[in-house]
């Protein structure tokens, strides 16, 4: 019986070791040349440069202007950005070059259920993110304040009040008990929306405040705030 025991506490031990061993090679076994091709803006590339810089993996953020842009644009896979240079092959779709990296750098979660669960909840960050766009599209002031007020009442709190339940119920991570991908987009709208809102716009969600000061917090991202361009904080309308 207390053989067994030990022998179970034993394999426990070594299974643990090896998983965060593992994830530390991941992290840092990189040989890669990567270059992201994207806007002086965080928009649909800043989750991309937050997992480079949380995994501490040297990349080039080309940051291109606007008068470059028509050349670009034709030399890209699908005529818009961001894409990725992977040791010089191009990649589209951010969503799609995010969860590559994550899946690399050990940020999926624990098992195929977490990779799941983070799939979903970048995915509905989308859809809270498109509503959040509709104002800043709109040309015509008028509309676009009736627009402000409806996702303000609605979309706004209807979404940040079941993101805040659940990352209340897994003690402060969006998906289980460690950091994810899903994470670093949270922290990245978050901050928008603190941006367009002000700063006490997360006042009513202490857990996805908390969740955003944390991966803020990260030494990796932590740094690679102090040095981002200042133009990247979405403007306010
Ligand atoms: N589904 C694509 C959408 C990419 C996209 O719409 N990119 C915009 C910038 S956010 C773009 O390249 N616009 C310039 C253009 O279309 O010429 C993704 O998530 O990567």
């Not at 709208?189 to 006490?200: A, I, N, P, R, V």
Request: aromatic residues 10%; proline residues 5%.
């Amino acid at each position: 019986m207390y053989l067994h025991v030990l022998l179970s506490a034993l394999s426990f031990f070594a299974v643990s070791f090896i998983s965060n061993h593992n994830r530390s090679l991941r992290m840092t076994d990189d040989n890669h040349q990567y270059k992201l091709l994207y806007f002086d803006l965080p928009g649909k590339a800043e989750h991309i440069r937050y997992i480079f810089a949380y995994a501490g993996v040297e990349y080039e953020d080309e940051r291109i202007q606007k008068d470059k842009w028509p050349e670009i644009k034709k030399s890209t896979p699908y005529g818009k950005v961001p894409v990725l240079e992977i040791d010089g092959q191009q990649v589209a779709q951010s969503n799609a070059i995010a969860r590559y990296l994550a899946r690399k750098f050990g940020l999926v979660g624990q098992t195929e259920w977490e990779a799941l669960q983070c799939d979903v909840l970048v995915d509905t960050l989308g859809d809270l993110q498109a509503a959040v766009m509709q104002i800043m599209k709109e040309p015509d002031p008028i509309k676009r304040e009736e627009i402000r007020a409806r996702v303000t009442k609605e979309e706004l709190p209807f979404y940040l009040s079941k993101f805040e339940k659940i990352v209340q119920e897994n003690g402060g991570f969006s998906v289980g008990s460690d950091i994810t991908w899903s994470d670093l987009v949270f922290a990245v709208l978050l901050d928008q929306f603190e941006s367009m809102y002000g700063k006490t716009a997360l006042n009513g969600y202490p857990s996805l405040k908390g969740l955003k000061d944390k991966v803020h917090n990260i030494p990796g991202i932590k740094s690679y705030l102090e040095k981002r361009p200042p133009k990247s904080p979405m403007p306010r309308h």
